[in-house]
């Protein structure tokens, strides 16, 4: 069974300060990686995706490790509409019994 | 413009009723997804679709029914094998099954009373 595993939280994290998080997935053959974030009560959001290479947009940074067979996320300088959850997103090629694969969510609270 | 739409936003049930729950796109995406979420946890998977006239159970498909007759529309049934309703309901759609993002709808809030 694939699996992609997030710790919950929730992170406490001052204004201004740089939080990370990781994201384990199980199936080596999975393809493609993206962070969602969800706010409460509202539906995933697309943040941004996660290449081989690396992914940097303004304050986020996005990082794949294939051999480690995790993905993480960077949020410098944190502001407090950053507060959210934050989703991992596994797909692997050509689809398979559930197509998509997410991570239950990290809770991510910037305190003022 | 392009996009997922969900409706109604929010929706009532009474106890033993059949309801169901659209969902339509416009995006020209081959798959879409039924997804369910309940505070505070994360999205489980209901049915998916890869194509028009084909769909697969997921984790939770007990006591809810699918179609997919036209590529645009998925609309989910909660059926009053459903015992526990209640929840937030999504839906999701992709170009293709793996490797694209996936979009989503805004969410129907179903609520038993």
Known sequence: RKEVEQDPGPFNVPEGATVAFNCTYSNSASQSFFWYRQDCRKEPKLLMSVYSSGNEDGRFTAQLNRASQYISLLIRDSKLSDSATYLCVVTEAGGGADGLTFGKGTHLIIQP | ?113
């Open chain 2, 1 to 113: 413009d392009g996009g997922i739409t969900q409706s109604p936003k929010y929706l009532f049930r009474k106890e033993g009723q059949n309801v169901t729950l659209s969902c339509e796109q416009n995006l020209n995406h081959d798959a879409m997804y039924w997804y369910r979420q309940d505070p505070g946890q994360g999205l489980r998977l209901i049915y998916y679709s890869q194509i028009v006239n084909d769909f697969q159970k997921g984790d939770i498909a007990e006591g809810y029914s699918v179609s997919r007759e036209k590529k645009e529309s998925f609309p989910l049934t909660v059926t009053s094998a459903q015992k526990n309703p209640t929840a937030f309901y999504l839906c999701a759609s992709s170009g293709r099954t793996g490797g694209v993002q996936a979009f989503f709808g805004q969410g129907t809030r179903l609520t038993v009373v």
